[in-house]
C-alpha cells in the first residue's frame, strides 16, 4: 500500500526537522498552570520577512514598476483616470491588524454539543464540557492521547473576527473596541456571559459589553502562539508527499493516522509566532473556520501551532490548482464556465459574508475530481441493458477526465468589507484601485481578479506584472481572445471593467445568462446527474414492488379469513372483492389497514 512506505524512504521534505515533539511535550493529563504570553503590539510596524518575487514589497519589484508611469492608456469615457503613476508593487503592505485569535482547539469545540444551535451557544457547552473533562481528566486517563499540551494558567479563547457573530458585535458601538481592531481573548466566565447573550438583545449586548471591558483590562491582547504551541503533526498525520510551496507556506500531503483519511497540511514556511508573518498566519486560520463549509471553498478541519509554526490541516484537492491544469493546454470555453460557474458560487458564498478574499488566482483555484462518478457510470451501464438513449453519455462519463470541483482555497488575504485591513495579493491579478488603496468596493477587487484570472486561462497569460502591459489590462484595454465567444469575452472585459462600480457582482454573474443555460453543466455532469436519479428512482421501484407483494399477502389473509368466518364461500368471496376493490382506492380509511393503504395509497394508484 501506498502510505506503508517507512518514513526515511520518502523522498519528500521533512515536515519539522527542528521540532522535539517529546521533549516539549507535558503529560497529556495534567493541565499545568502557566503564564500567559501575549504577541507583541508592534506586528504592524515590523517589516516582512524575505518578501518573495511576488510579493507587492519586494523592493526591485518597485523599481521595476515605475516604467509604468509613462503610460496614460486611459481612452475610453468610463475608462479610470488613467493615473498610472502608481505600479503595483509600490504600495506598502500594511500587515493585517486584526481583532483577536482563536487559538480555541477545534478539538475543544467539537466536543460541544449537536443540539446547540449556533457556534456560540455551542462554543459556551464547549466552555462547561472542557470543565467537566478536566474532572474527568484527574479520575482516569485518556486511553488514546492524541497529544500533549499545557494549557495557559487562565483558561481563555480568542473571538474569531470573522464570524457573523464578531462581525455583528463589532457593529455594535459599544463592542467596537473589544471586537474590532484590539486583539482580544477571553476567559471562561467571560466568555460565558458573552456567548449565552443574544448578539441582537441591545441590554444582553451592554452587559456582555460591560463584562469585556472589565476583562479587557486583565487580558487586553490575543493568545500568542507561542502559548499554543502543541506536537501534533507527526503524532497525528504521516507525511506523504509535498504538494505544493506557495511564497507563505509548504503544503503536504498527509495520511491522518487515526481516520486513514488523506488532507493538505499547509505549514507556514517559517516560524511565525512572534514574527510579523503571525498575523498573516492567524487571519487564514480564522477565515478557513468560518468559511470553509462550502463545497467550493476549500474546506478547513483544524489548525494548530508547532515549533512556533502554523499548521492547517484542510481538504485534500486530489486535482491540484487551475494553474498546474492550464500547464499543457488552456482551457476552452465549455470548461472555462465550469471553472465560473464553480468560483463564482465560492465568491458568492464569501462575499454573503461580508467577506473578501484578495489573492484570487489560478495558483488558489484548487480542483478536486469525482471518484464516484466513474464508478457510478460502470454500474449504471452495466445493469441498464436496454437502449434508453443513455449508452453514449455513459461511455463518456467513463472516459472523462472532466468531472471536477473547483475550489476556491489559500485564505490568507481574507479581510472583512466593514473593516478591511488589506494586504495585497499577487500584483498580476491585482486591480487598479486596490494599489491605489481605494478600499471602497473590494468586492469588486475579487471580481477583477477573477476577471483577469480567467483571461489567463483562457489562454490570454502570461500575465505581466508591472509596465505599459499591466496598465493597458487596466484600462479597458482587454485583448479578445479567439477561442472563446463574444459573450464571454464582453463578460471576462466587464469584470475587469476599470471602474469597480460598472464590473457585475458575484451575484449577477451567478445569475448571467452564460451560466444559466443547461449547457453551463456539461454533459457529462448532466450525465451523472441522471445516474443518480436513476439510481433514485429504482429503489422506489423496489419499494414499490414490495408493497404489491403486501397487498398480495393480505389479499390472500383476508379471503382465507373470509372463507373461515363465514362458511357460504360465495358470500365470502363477494365480501373479499368489495374489500379489495377499497384496499385500492387510494384515499380509502378502513379498520387496521389504513396505515398500509396511506403508505402506498400514492404508489398503489399507479399500479
Ligand atoms: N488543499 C490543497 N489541496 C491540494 N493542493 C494544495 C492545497 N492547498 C495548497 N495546495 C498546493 O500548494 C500550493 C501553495 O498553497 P497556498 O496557495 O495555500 O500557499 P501560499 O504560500 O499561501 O501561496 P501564496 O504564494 O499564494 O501566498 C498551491 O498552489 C497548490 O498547488
Ligand atoms: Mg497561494
Not at 125 to 135: D, L, Q, Y
Not at 416 to 442: A, F, T
Request: charged share 25%; aromatic share 6%.
Amino acid at each position: 500500500m501506498a502510505f506503508r512506505q517507512p518514513e526515511h524512504e520518502m523522498s519528500v521534505t521533512s515536515l519539522d526537522s527542528s521540532v522535539e515533539l517529546r521533549s516539549r511535550s507535558p503529560s497529556p493529563q495534567l493541565f499545568n498552570p502557566r503564564k500567559l504570553r501575549f504577541a507583541d503590539d508592534d506586528f504592524d510596524k515590523d517589516p516582512p520577512e524575505g518578501a518573495s518575487p511576488h510579493h507587492p514589497l519586494h523592493q526591485h519589484q518597485r523599481q521595476k514598476l515605475s516604467s509604468g508611469e509613462e503610460h496614460h492608456l486611459g481612452s475610453k469615457d468610463d475608462v479610470g483616470d488613467g493615473d498610472v503613476s502608481m505600479s503595483p508593487p509600490c504600495q506598502k503592505v500594511r500587515a493585517l491588524r486584526l481583532f483577536s485569535t482563536p487559538a480555541t482547539p477545534k478539538t475543544i469545540l467539537q466536543k460541544s454539543t449537536t443540539q446547540c444551535s449556533n457556534h456560540l451557544s455551542a462554543a459556551a457547552a464547549a466552555v462547561n464540557a472542557t470543565r467537566r473533562s478536566e474532572e474527568l481528566f484527574r479520575e482516569r486517563p485518556r486511553s488514546l492521547p492524541l497529544h500533549n499540551r499545557k494549557l495557559p494558567t487562565q483558561d481563555t479563547a480568542n473571538v474569531n473576527p470573522f464570524t457573523p457573530d464578531s462581525l455583528l458585535a463589532h457593529n455594535k458601538k459599544r463592542c467596537r473596541t473589544q471586537f474590532g481592531r484590539e486583539n482580544l481573548n477571553l476567559n471562561v466566565n467571560a466568555m460565558q456571559k458573552y456567548l449565552l447573550s443574544d448578539a441582537c438583545d441591545d441590554d444582553a449586548t451592554e452587559e456582555a459589553g460591560d463584562s469585556l471591558r472589565e476583562i479587557h483590562q486583565q487580558a487586553p491582547k490575543r493568545l500568542a502562539l507561542h502559548d499554543t504551541n502543541i506536537s501534533r503533526f507527526k503524532r497525528e498525520f504521516m507525511q506523504v508527499n509535498v504538494i505544493g510551496v506557495g511564497e507563505f507556506g509548504v503544503v503536504f500531503q498527509c495520511v491522518n493516522r487515526l481516520d486513514g483519511c488523506i488532507y493538505a497540511i499547509k505549514k507556514s514556511k517559517k516560524p511565525v509566532a512572534g514574527s510579523s508573518f503571525e498575523k498573516r498566519a492567524l487571519n487564514e486560520v480564522w477565515a478557513h473556520a468560518v468559511l470553509g463549509k462550502h463545497d467550493n471553498v476549500v474546506r478547513y478541519y483544524s489548525a494548530w501551532a508547532e515549533d512556533d509554526h502554523m499548521l492547517i490541516q484542510n481538504e485534500f484537492c486530489d486535482g491540484g490548482s487551475l494553474h498546474a491544469r492550464i500547464q499543457d493546454h488552456f482551457l476552452g470555453e465549455a470548461d472555462l464556465k465550469i471553472v465560473l460557474m464553480h468560483v463564482i458560487e465560492g465568491l458568492r458564498y464569501i462575499h454573503s459574508n461580508d467577506l473578501v478574499h484578495m489573492d484570487l488566482k489560478p495558483e488558489n483555484i484548487f480542483s478536486t475530481m469525482n471518484p464516484n462518478a466513474h464508478k457510478l457510470a460502470e454500474e449504471q451501464s452495466q445493469q441498464t441493458k436496454d437502449d434508453d438513449g443513455m449508452d453514449s453519455v455513459y461511455e463518456e462519463l467513463r472516459h472523462s477526465e472532466n468531472l471536477v470541483t473547483y475550489k476556491i482555497g489559500d485564505l490568507g488575504h481574507v479581510t472583512s468589507v466593514k473593516e478591511p485591513h488589506v494586504e495585497e495579493g499577487d500584483c498580476r491579478y491585482l486591480s487598479k484601485e486596490v494599489l491605489q488603496e481605494d478600499y471602497s468596493n473590494l468586492f469588486k477587487a475579487d471580481i477583477f481578479s477573477l476577471g483577469i484570472t480567467l483571461f489567463e486561462v483562457a489562454g490570454g497569460g502570461p500575465l505581466p506584472k508591472n509596465g505599459p502591459e499591466w496598465h493597458n489590462l487596466r484600462n479597458g484595454m482587454v485583448p479578445v481572445l479567439p477561442s472563446l465567444s463574444r459573450d464571454f469575452n464582453e463578460l471576462i472585459a466587464q469584470m475587469m471593467h476599470p471602474n469597480p462600480d460598472k464590473r457585475p457582482t458575484s451575484q449577477s454573474i451567478f445569475n448571467h445568462p452564460i451560466l444559466s443555460a443547461v449547457d453551463s453543466k456539461s454533459k457529462l455532469q448532466l450525465g451523472l446527474e441522471l445516474t443518480v436519479e436513476k439510481r433514485k428512482n429504482e429503489i422506489l421501484m423496489n419499494k414499490l414492488r414490495e408493497a404489491k407483494k403486501q397487498i398480495k399477502l393480505l389479499e390472500q389473509r383476508v379471503n382465507l379469513l373470509a372463507v373461515t368466518n363465514n362458511p357460504d364461500s360465495l358470500d365470502g368471496q363477494r365480501c373479499l372483492r368489495s374489500f379489495t376493490r377499497r384496499m385500492r382506492t387510494p384515499f380509502s380509511s378502513h379498520g387496521k389497514f389504513d396505515g398500509i393503504s396511506d403508505r402506498n395509497k400514492n404508489i398503489i394508484t399507479n399500479i
